[in-house]
């Protein structure tokens, strides 16, 4: 019995700086998809965090300039970033650590103050990818000296993508992944679908838009909630590799629907580094998206369902 005709038993927990929201069809099987994704989250923190002196990420970058030969997780992990730095021609670049460090985001972001009267350093572009030397078949990688890898968007979203998929398998069950605004699904979806509310930060109460979802993924990209100060300005998480400094405020937030959660968290971060060029860029992807200005205003593309107003459709 999947239970279908009754809400998805849930549980949340604080996961990977954030929170973790597990949602299946079957009641009973919660536990076991619970456990399936508390193992992706450890193993996903283990290879690719950066605020970790013991993980694997951790040890590559102090061997930058060595061959290295990394995990099958790794592999996956930096193929995936690589991948996304390709089709976003460089827009998500995962050799922007230094660029992240430089701006204080050193250390988890509770850690963080938010007020920090020390100058930011000049900034440097990203070492970039194409300079990364990288064999996956023999899983041997060849970093720039110099380059400090940072796989943060796309770790979560392959975590996401990677727990749904394991969970929806091992239990015959719906799964919905959700690892704060990186959500994926995998099984059969709850009758009506998924109802998932889009709002500026995961952990608010304040009711946005509800999507439905009946397959895929959906990732979530801003600027509103991870930020502070650093001699009287503000700066935030997403840096443009272009120039190694936080993105140049345009959108609150991009979110944006594919089939992986990887290709969303892809797509909805190269819109937040795109600014205004983001419109042209995902209508030529064709995945659905909602972008909000800073303004508030909003700009739906693709197939993203359109608001029920009285005054027209954006």
């Given at each position: 019995?999947?239970?279908?005709?009754?809400?998805?038993?849930a549980?949340?927990?604080?996961?990977?700086?954030?929170?973790?929201?597990?949602?299946?069809?079957?009641?009973?099987?919660?536990a076991?998809?619970?456990?399936?994704?508390?193992?992706?989250?450890?193993?996903?923190?283990?290879?690719?965090?950066r605020?970790?002196?013991?993980?694997?990420?951790?040890?590559?970058?102090?061997?930058?300039?060595?061959?290295?030969?990394v995990?099958?997780?790794?592999?996956?992990?930096?193929?995936?970033?690589?991948?996304?730095?390709?089709?976003?021609?460089?827009?998500?670049?995962?050799?922007?650590?230094?660029?992240?460090?430089?701006?204080?985001?050193?250390?988890?972001?509770?850690?963080?103050?938010?007020?920090d009267?020390t100058?930011?350093?000049?900034?440097?572009?990203?070492?970039?990818?194409?300079?990364?030397?990288?064999?996956p078949?023999a899983?041997?990688?060849?970093?720039?000296?110099g380059?400090t890898?940072?796989?943060?968007a796309?770790?979560?979203?392959?975590?996401?993508?990677?727990?749904?998929?394991?969970?929806?398998?091992?239990?015959?069950?719906?799964?919905?992944?959700?690892?704060?605004?990186?959500?994926?699904t995998?099984?059969?979806?709850?009758?009506?679908?998924?109802?998932?509310?889009?709002?500026?930060?995961?952990?608010?109460?304040?009711?946005?838009?509800?999507?439905?979802?009946?397959?895929?993924?959906?990732?979530?990209s801003?600027?509103?909630?991870?930020?502070?100060?650093?001699?009287?300005?503000t700066?935030?998480?997403?840096?443009?590799?272009?120039?190694?400094r936080s993105?140049?405020?345009?959108?609150?937030?991009?979110?944006?629907a594919?089939a992986?959660?990887?290709?969303?968290?892809?797509?909805?971060?190269?819109?937040?580094?795109?600014?205004?060029?983001?419109?042209?860029?995902?209508?030529?992807?064709?995945?659905?998206a909602?972008?909000?200005?800073?303004?508030?205003?909003?700009?739906?593309?693709?197939?993203?369902p359109?608001?029920?107003?009285s005054?027209?459709?954006?």
């Amino acid at each position: 019995m999947t239970h279908h005709d009754s809400p998805p038993a849930a549980v949340s927990f604080p996961a990977l700086g954030t929170t973790a929201t597990l949602l299946t069809t079957k009641h009973r099987a919660l536990a076991e998809a619970e456990t399936i994704l508390l193992y992706e989250l450890a193993a996903i923190d283990d290879a690719c965090s950066r605020f970790r002196p013991d993980s694997e990420l951790s040890r590559v970058n102090a061997r930058a300039g060595t061959p290295v030969t990394v995990s099958a997780l790794f592999a996956q992990a930096l193929t995936v970033a690589l991948r996304a730095a390709e089709l976003t021609d460089g827009a998500v670049d995962p050799t922007v650590g230094q660029a992240v460090l430089a701006i204080g985001y050193d250390r988890t972001f509770a850690a963080i103050r938010p007020e920090d009267a020390t100058p930011l350093p000049v900034a440097r572009p990203a070492t970039g990818w194409r300079e990364v030397t990288w064999d996956p078949q023999a899983r041997k990688l060849l970093l720039p000296r110099g380059t400090t890898l940072d796989l943060g968007a796309t770790a979560k979203a392959l975590a996401a993508d990677r727990a749904a998929e394991r969970a929806a398998r091992a239990t015959g069950g719906g799964v919905l992944v959700n690892l704060g605004g990186d959500l994926a699904t995998a099984g059969p979806a709850p009758n009506g679908g998924w109802s998932v509310g889009v709002c500026d930060d995961h952990a608010s109460t304040e009711p946005g838009p509800v999507v439905t979802v009946t397959s895929g993924a959906l990732a979530t990209s801003g600027t509103g909630v991870r930020t502070w100060r650093r001699a009287g300005r503000t700066v935030h998480h997403i840096v443009d590799p272009a120039t190694g400094r936080s993105t140049a405020p345009h959108w609150r937030t991009a979110t944006v629907a594919a089939a992986t959660c990887v290709d969303a968290n892809t797509a909805s971060t190269a819109a937040i580094v795109l600014g205004p060029q983001a419109v042209d860029w995902l209508t030529r992807t064709g995945l659905p998206a909602r972008l909000v200005h800073i303004d508030g205003t909003e700009t739906r593309l693709g197939d993203w369902p359109q608001a029920p107003t009285s005054g027209g459709h954006r």
